[in-house]
């Protein structure tokens, strides 16, 4: 092969790289072998069509609108912890591990915005704190130091 055969694929892979990252946004197919096997510019973005489509929550599964209303109905509009009858409400896993009850209603809750925040922020500072303990290991002392 020759240096200019090198050259070629090369020198497109490097503008097609620097269009990406110029915020280019042509449409028209590249012709050259190289093009298929490219990686994109930021694979970590998703189009933002994505989240809007019908696709992105349609399959979610546990707090659906039926759930949600059927919870909200059976805890007559009011929050189980401070009894708060006016604000926004959310729909609360009381114990939040996975198994066979996570998906029940009688594993649901209803919650004003504001004990659901202080009762998310207990339950991620106790995880913290489990995987924190399980870290540290009991400190053995030096074989050459036991007496």
């Known amino acids: 092969m020759t240096a200019t055969a090198h050259a070629a694929p090369k020198s ?8 990406a990252l110029a915020g280019s946004t042509s449409t028209t197919p590249s012709t050259d072998a190289t093009s298929k096997n490219k990686p994109r510019a930021y694979p970590w973005k998703i189009p933002t069509d994505y989240w809007t489509s019908s696709m992105a929550w349609s399959n ?21 912890h401070c009894g708060d009858t006016q604000g ?16 029940t209603d ?3 809750q209803t919650l004003c915005v504001a004990c659901h925040t202080r009762k998310t922020r ?3 500072q106790r995880g913290r704190q489990r995987h924190y303990a399980r870290r540290r290991l009991p400190q053995k002392p030096h074989p050459g130091l036991i007496q």
Not at 12 to 19: C, D, E, I, M
């Open 106 to 108: 009688a594993n649901k």
């Open 60 to 80: 979610r599964g546990h707090n659906t609108t039926a759930a949600r209303l059927r919870i909200l109905e059976r805890d007559g509009y009011r929050c189980t």
């Open 12 to 19: 497109s892979l490097s503008n097609a790289k620097t269009a």
């Open 122 to 124: 207990a339950e991620e």
């Open 88 to 103: 926004p409400f959310e729909v609360d896993h009381i114990d939040n591990t996975r198994g066979a009850h996570y998906n």
